[in-house]
């Protein structure tokens, strides 16, 4: 051996895989950056939601995955018709809903004798049962950042007429993609009025 050369100490397996091969750095690495971008993407462009409950039926079921975009309402105003994940007004930090847009700001929302009217006109609701009433009879007009939600499954649906409107800050994207069952997966349409 050279004398001035540095004997290189002899690495045990679990050393060679910590320090020598990179390897488990390389991994953690990968890891986090991955966590990074799942989170970023979560919070900013999209979430899951799984339905739960009956209140969208027949439209939406109980176990159905939707993908939600939330980036689109950064950019643009929700509309009527689209399909919304919401944060419950009575317990925004921990329920969620799925509903739909029915009313917008500055708009009057009527319903009479189980037909919705805004600003009294009646709508059409084409993506509803035939024959299905919405009741009870409300009156309201909305402010400025105020929604009015209703589920598709009206007897059986708690939404504004319950629990009152929803300001756009509640609103956590729209439904735009089923990926679960794949019999019903694929782009979530809106309605036409």
């Not at 939601?49 to 105003?77: A, C, K, T």
């Not at 009646?122 to 209703?150: A, C, I, Q, S, W």
């Amino acid at each position: 051996m050279d004398q001035n050369s540095t004997p290189v100490p002899k690495l045990s397996p679990a050393q060679n895989f910590f320090y020598g091969s990179g390897c488990l750095f390389e991994l953690t690495k990968w890891i986090v950056v991955l966590l990074v971008i799942g989170t970023l993407i979560h919070f900013f462009v999209g979430t899951l939601f799984i339905v739960d409950g009956l209140s969208m039926e027949p439209n939406f079921h109980s176990g159905q995955y939707i993908l939600v975009n939330r980036w689109q309402y950064n950019f643009g105003e929700p509309a009527r018709g689209d399909v919304v994940v919401l944060k419950f007004p009575g317990d925004p930090e921990h329920k969620k809903y799925i509903k739909r847009i029915i009313g917008l700001p500055g708009e009057k929302v009527q319903i009479i004798n189980g037909t919705v009217y805004i600003n009294d006109q009646k709508l059409n609701e084409k993506y509803l049962p035939n024959g299905m009433l919405t009741l009870p009879n409300v009156n309201r007009t909305l402010r400025d950042d105020d929604y009015f939600l209703l589920g598709d499954n009206r007897p059986n649906s708690s939404d504004s007429r319950t629990w009152g409107i929803s300001p756009k800050r509640y609103l956590i994207g729209r439904a735009a993609y089923t990926i679960w069952p794949l019999n019903l997966k694929g782009i979530i349409l809106q309605p036409s009025y």
